[in-house]
């Protein structure tokens, strides 16, 4: 028996899709109503929210996990990006189980910190230098700290729609106040120091730098934001290389997802760009807990004791509980190993690609002007949501739309087709796309399309899109 609205605080639906999912997931709505006493909205992490509720998943291996109630689903959540090896993968659990057997927090220096740094070197020769982090976030607020200290200057440069983490420079310009205004709890003369530039257009940039003598750094998702959904070819990098270069002014490219993902050397490999900063999660922790900020050796040396007395200069301090954590250590050894010992990189972007056309096939037999489309080990649904006439799905160039249509999507459609592909035991990112593993197979890919096609036919039935 399903729980009811009034259980879960969700409006009430006479959706055949909402029906079946709470058919389907039961226990999943009951610890919703019990989290919903708990934790605002019920959830840990926004990216969460799904109405009526989300699957609550009890384990995974693979590219699949299987939630409270046994179903089993086809991740392309994917640990929000963190595992191309999949879930559980054997020499990253032995690593991890090894190290939880020798202690979790030694309150000293470890020698897996060494090995990690090292390991991390092996694929990204700009990292001269690293400093651990718990969180992407916590990597990305040291980056901007590192540049304004370095620099002297305090205004940071960003691009609209670029995720950058919660810290408090990050979050106008994301997804809303766009107007460079601060958002709720932030004050506004954080906001100020963080300009907010039009994605991809190098002469704003240009402008902003001519115009300006106060600009630190530049920061970008290299690949574009979201993994791309708003791509951003090698080209735009290459240029702002060099003209942050020109300008004094360092380059930060935030590969907390591209890291190890876009190739094993990140974006800045695939590019052929040297950044001056870089920063990394998710891979870099093989799925556990760790951020990573690393670069240019001399900026670095803010964070260093005797090389700021020497230097006669104030030392950053960094202090961090979990900095270097063994147990995050032990997992980012054995993934960052992994990926340079075997094809693990071309495997994920092999079945991302078989993804991709598989779902543009099945949305042009549907006849629906929807695309799916991305790089490397991820994917994009493009949903047309100003209804535009002549998409083509197997021949999509998303260069050719705006961000606010390449980002949107009525809500009420995308959450219910979300609903309908869980249903059917597949779950993609809020935004309907998702990042393949190389542990994902041909077969999962076969099953995703269906899932898909039955996903797309049951928003049909239901007059959600055009018959």
Known sequence: MGVSDETTGAAASNSRIVADYRQRTPRSGALAAEAAALLPSGIAHDARHLDPYGIYVERASGPHKWDVDGNRYIDFFGGHGALILGHSHPRVTAAVTAALQQGTQFGANHPGEVAWAKAIQRLVPSAERLRFTSSGTEATLMAVRLARAFTGREVLVRFAGHFHGWQDHMTHGYSNHFDGTATAGVLAGVAEKAVVLPPGDIGAVAAALRQRSDIAAVILEPTGSSFGQVPLDAAFSQALRD?????????????????????????????????????????????????????????????????????????????????????????????????????????????????????????????????????????????????????????????????????????????????????????????????????????????????????????????????
């Open 243 to 467: 003209l942050t270069a020109k300008a004094g002014v360092l380059l930060i490219f935030d590969e907390v997802i591209t890291g190890f993902r876009c190739a094993r050397g990140g974006a800045q490999e695939l590019f052929g760009v040297r950044p001056d900063l870089s920063t990394f999660a998710k891979i870099v922790a093989g799925g556990m807990p760790g951020g990573v900020v690393a670069g240019r050796k001399e900026i670095l040396d803010l964070l260093d004791f005797e090389a700021t007395n020497a230097a006669g200069r104030e030392k950053i301090g960094h202090p961090g509980t979990f900095n270097a954590n063994p147990v995050s250590a032990a997992a980012g050894i054995a993934c960052l190993t992994e990926l340079a010992e075997t094809d693990a990189n071309a495997a994920a972007d092999a079945r991302a690609a078989s993804l991709r056309a598989g779902l543009n096939e099945m949305l042009a037999a549907e006849n629906l002007p929807w695309a799916a489309y991305g790089t490397s080990s991820g994917f994009h649904l493009f949903t047309n949501p100003a209804g535009r006439a002549g998409v083509e799905p197997l021949a999509f160039d998303p260069s050719r739309y705006p961000m606010a249509e390449l980002k949107g999507g009525d809500p009420k459609l995308v959450g219910r087709l979300r609903l309908a592909l869980l249903v059917h035991g597949v779950d993609t990112n809020p935004r309907l796309g998702g990042l393949t593993s190389a542990a994902h197979t041909e077969e999962d890919v076969r099953e995703t399309v269906a899932a898909f096609r039955e996903a797309v036919r049951m928003l049909r039935t239901e007059n959600e899109l055009p018959a």
